[in-house]
């Protein structure tokens, strides 16, 4: 599912014009990504969580020529599901 289909969906299940659905969700994942952009957690209770990772700088490899480079420090948004939405999907999946 897109953006769009997630706009969609949203506006019908809250019986909403599309609008408004997307001023809605816009307005949420602009406050999500505001949070993750100054490293502040987001916990979604029933969902899960993101966070930004960040990793020190190592000493790896090439895997083409085998040659020792040094990979720099970084940083990565990582999600974490809750066992809620884990448990769902697992049931969900099994029937």
């Known amino acids: 599912m897109n ?3 997630f706009i969609s969906l949203f506006a019908e ?10 001023a809605i ?9 505001e949070a993750l ?6 916990e979604i209770r029933g969902f ?6 960040s990793y020190k700088s190592y000493t ?3 895997p083409k020529t085998g040659e020792k480079i040094v ?5 990565t948004p ?3 599901m809750s066992k809620t939405c884990k448990n769902s999907l697992i049931n969900e999946n099994s029937q």
């Open 3 to 5: 953006k769009t289909d």
């Open 13 to 22: 299940k809250n019986n909403i014009p599309v609008k408004m659905s997307e």
């Open 25 to 33: 969700v816009n307005s949420i994942v602009n406050a999500m990504k």
């Open 37 to 42: 952009v100054h490293k502040r957690r987001i």
């Open 48 to 53: 899960g969580s993101f966070k930004i990772k």
């Open 60 to 62: 790896g490899r090439n």
């Open 71 to 75: 990979v720099k420090e970084k940083s």
């Open 78 to 80: 990582f999600f974490k």
